[in-house]
């Protein structure tokens, strides 16, 4: 009999579900489950397929097939858009041999199901599967959950980025930012200019395919998330000068130097404007776009063909000549009637003029903050303080404490690639994302004891590495091994 | 014109197969690939399994479909045992649009599979594969080419040591030593004694089922890989004490102390021996097994009881009574018909007196790999001073120049698990590991020239992240980020 208690002293002690979702009761029981049968009268493909998903990881090691339990699945509207509006509620209740599923939408069962395969555990000494018996009554804080990551500085290869769309959905994020285009490397396809990425790529192995882009971009939506490219500009773009130096301001022609397009030219709107529309549009169908406008080396404009345009238009500093940048390039964008918000790096509002009612600003510097909302804007929150993943130092307390206003869309982490490649971006990434991840999913009030987020996060890690997730030890700083032998609870 | 010609010399400089075979000669012209259809009219569920997994592996981005290119298959024996003496030896040809693949057996056909994946690239401009005409003749230098791998120190979950299989493939490696139990934590099943790993793992979530053996072992074997178990005794076994304290020598049965077994004691042995003929041989079918017998706490055997055996057994030292059970587990393994021999460590010959006829010697120390082999024991080479891989600070050239007995049956890279976990281990472990596998599988003469070796390692760790496994840049110190923006091909 010690044995068995044991046992179930282990078992309970690893149930958790992460993020905590708004309520959460277990019933205390568990049950056998050899196999999970899915009712559904539906027809949605995204459902079906995260049937087999779910099937496949929550019976891992061996399907038993008996007993089966029949899991009821209800959703009003399985045709719902992903995107900003998609509604991720969800109801999950047990009875011994049935599982109760509904939701609003689709993507509601998405985040149903996560939550119902982490109540699963496997019994290596019998070999069976256990569920809780749960209740289970959730919906996210924030609509807007993300994860920035850089294949700018780093090419990102297809199959690292489906391992990070798949870690994501288990922390139910449904935002991919994607920062794409960068000064070191251009690694974008495009039909009309195949010589952008020729020429900007690290090498002839380290470029996107259409096929690869779209393969993504579907990826991602089988489970709900969305994908926004960033494409930045006007600086971040010395890739691009590689092989189309005529866009680029005369003040930073130098290879060594960082570029920035030049606003003065007809061209550089004009390869935008065609990129957009007759190119990447097609490839990213979200209503968002992102385009950057961080960091801009403004001295690249310092020359006479920039001044003669600056005082042609009226346009007293280069600030404002940023802003007509900005303003121009959002609303060649916005001429796409299916693109409704362009979201642009806090520098536009600082030093421009974006319209609230066509911008979102993404915030990077905390103290503009409540600027940027008292004007108006709907923001998304990514301090750098705290949510840059590429802070090794940023603790996971730190990240897991960030106050989040409550007014904003909601926020990402920021995996910027300067040290991250796909040899350690899920380890620098894990399991930090996933203190971001339950602060923005779970009611603020389920979020304030750090002792039991610790422990519920320490648990989250074991899971996360059972499913091939290189999440490094909770408590260490980033990207940091563990020091000596010991469990995956890993505790210093 | 000049975008064609960059992208051609970018194809040319990528094309590498790793390790180095006996035999490559490229024709210097490169063939569309849609797909590929085997010609293959035998029974062998491993070479057909073969063909879908490599299929799936060289066309990543989405299948063309023309132009097909048929791949004919020959092989003399497709029922070859997986063992020691197996043939991997193989034969490649090419004309356009035929491929010819020739070999002793199945086993052979895995390692031409994976050379001809090697030789495919992917165009992401034209979404296209690319094939260079290729001539190859193969063979191992060594029979014996293996990775170790430590799941005692910490957990290796099953989606872990999957992914270790996939990429051993990747540089033709055949041997996964599996040191599987240790002084820190037991998480081998067992059905007779299920309290060893219910009170030795680190937690419930952290125990391998009879399943996970058998899922595993037959995963390497469809990948031509034979895992070999190492049961460490009669010291690193603390953890055995949690359950089974009436086998422990007296002298250390406080749980901080490191425990060994007693050899005074029959029940030591008839524990051992269930084991090894009622449940855990069922679960590894090699013909040889790993015993371990390395860094025992000797002083554990002094008292009484001990004393009192080695006195009525005339063993006058405590290196006689450790020779004393080393042999008698031995002969306990061997009692099994398809158990050939038992590997021991090089401490079993310094300190004891194995049979060279029952035993291997796998050596570590380096300074005693002379009297080993002049003691006429066959040798798995594997000294700390080069091979180990958690030894951060031994660069690759390190493992790559270290001088190989040619009398050995071959080496083993070993990744001691005290700071490895799922986490970490692929990026530690990679890509040092390939710099070991070519060592042990090219001709010597070939293996010479540091800088050619450096530049196709560079172009194999792109591969590597390709495939999806988390090689660390080429050139650093093991386990170490890249340290600014950069291609994969990673240079300071």
């Known amino acids: 009999m010690k044995f068995i208690k044991l046992l179930i002293v282990g078992l309970v002690q690893g149930i958790t579900i992460w993020p905590e979702p708004a309520s959460f009761k277990t019933k205390n029981e568990k049950i056998k489950v050899g196999r999970l049968r899915f009712a559904y009268s539906g027809r949605s493909t995204i459902v079906k397929e995260a049937f087999l998903r779910y099937s496949d990881q929550i019976f891992s090691h061996g399907i038993t097939g008996v007993p089966r339990v029949q899991v009821y699945v209800e959703i009003e509207d399985e045709n719902s858009e992903l995107g900003s509006k998609m509604n991720e509620s969800y109801i999950v209740n047990m009875k011994t041999n049935e599982i109760f599923i509904s939701s609003k939408t689709q993507w509601g069962i998405l985040r149903a199901l996560e939550s119902l395969s982490q109540l699963f555990e496997y019994d290596a000494g019998d070999e069976t599967y256990y569920l809780t018996l749960s209740e289970i009554q959730d919906e996210p804080r924030f609509s807007h959950r993300g994860l920035l990551i850089d294949s700018g500085r780093h090419f990102l290869n297809v199959k690292t980025i489906k391992a990070m769309i798949d870690s994501m959905a288990y922390v ?14 251009f690694s974008m396809p495009s039909w009309q200019f195949p010589e952008l990425s020729l020429n900007g ?24 998330i969305r994908v926004i490219p960033e494409f930045d500009m006007p600086g971040h773009t010395s890739s691009w000068r590689n092989s189309h130096p005529e866009i680029f301001a005369t003040g930073c ?26 190119d990447w549009f097609y490839l990213f169908p979200d209503a968002w776009l992102h385009l950057g406008s961080d960091e801009v080396p403004t001295t690249c404009w310092n020359n006479s063909i920039d001044l003669a345009f600056m005082e042609l238009h009226n346009l007293s500093s280069f600030n404002n000549l940023f802003a007509y940048f900005v303003n121009s390039v959002v609303d060649i964008a916005l001429q796409d009637n299916k693109k409704q918000h362009i979201i642009l790096w806090d520098e536009a509002f600082t030093s421009g003029s974006p319209d609230p009612n066509k911008t979102i600003i993404q915030i990077w510097h905390d103290d503009v903050t409540n600027s940027v909302l008292d004007a108006g804007f709907q923001v998304i929150y990514s301090p750098s303080s705290a949510w840059y993943l590429d802070h ?12 989040i206003p409550d007014s904003v869309l909601g926020g990402e982490a920021c995996a910027w690639g300067e040290t991250m490649d796909p040899s350690d971006i899920e380890a620098t990434v894990w399991p930090s994302l996933a203190a971001v991840a339950e602060r923005l999913w779970s009611p603020l009030h389920l979020t304030l004891n750090l002792t039991t987020a610790e422990s519920r996060l320490r648990q989250f890690r074991c899971i996360l590495l059972d499913r091939g997730v290189r999440a490094e030890p909770v408590g260490l700083a980033g990207r940091t091994a563990p020091t000596g032998p010991g469990s995956c609870l890993y505790s210093d």
């Open 253 to 278: 022609l130098d290879p060594d130097s960082r570029g920035a397009f030049d606003p003065a030219k007809n061209q550089t709107f004009e390869l935008i404007s065609a990129l957009f529309h007759h």
């Open 392 to 403: 090794l130092d940023t603790n996971w307390t730190d990240r897991y404490t960030l106050n």
């Open 201 to 224: 790529s690290f090498s002839a192995k380290e470029r996107y395919s259409h096929y690869d882009i779209k393969d993504i971009v579907q990826y991602a939506k089988l489970r709900g």
């Open 172 to 185: 139910k994020l449904n935002v991919l930012h994607w920062h794409l285009t960068e000064d070191q490397s």
